[in-house]
């Protein structure tokens, strides 16, 4: 199993940036890829970033060039972030915080949300 805490949503006008970050802890974490997917309304689940614990990262072409993920650890406390700048208004959406086991499929593990949402 595996317990996040998310943190950093909010409203940020457009060009603005927002960083997220992930706090997991549980038994498989060390092992995990860890990510962020978001959703907005009357969309599907989308990837936005992973990472492997190895360091490989994956981003939505929609986000290259203006979000960075990043990973790190102390103790037992794994940490994910986003940095996201130059955000725009479709970036609005509920972002998840994720782990799997495996990168390349639908993440087993999800965090509660946190809003982020992009007007002026």
């Known amino acids: 199993q595996v317990q996040f805490e998310e943190s950093g949503g909010g409203l940020v006008q457009p060009g603005g940036s927002l960083t997220l970050s992930c706090a997991a802890t549980?038994?498989?974490?060390?092992?995990?890829?860890m990510g962020w997917y978001r959703q907005a309304p009357g969309n599907e689940r989308e990837l936005v970033a992973v990472?492997?614990?190895?360091?490989?990262?994956?981003?939505a072409d929609s986000v290259k060039g203006r979000f960075t993920i990043s990973r790190d650890h102390a103790n037992a406390v794994y940490t994910v972030t986003l940095q996201m700048n130059s955000l725009k208004p479709e970036d609005t959406a509920v972002y998840y915080c994720?782990?799997?086991?495996?990168?390349?499929?639908?993440?087993?593990?999800w965090g509660q949300g946190t809003q982020v949402t992009v007007s002026s």
């Open positions: 994720t782990a799997d086991p495996s990168l390349g499929r639908v993440p087993r593990y």
């Open positions: 549980g038994s498989i974490v060390s092992r995990v890829v």
């Open positions: 990472i492997t614990r190895d360091g490989l990262i994956n981003y």
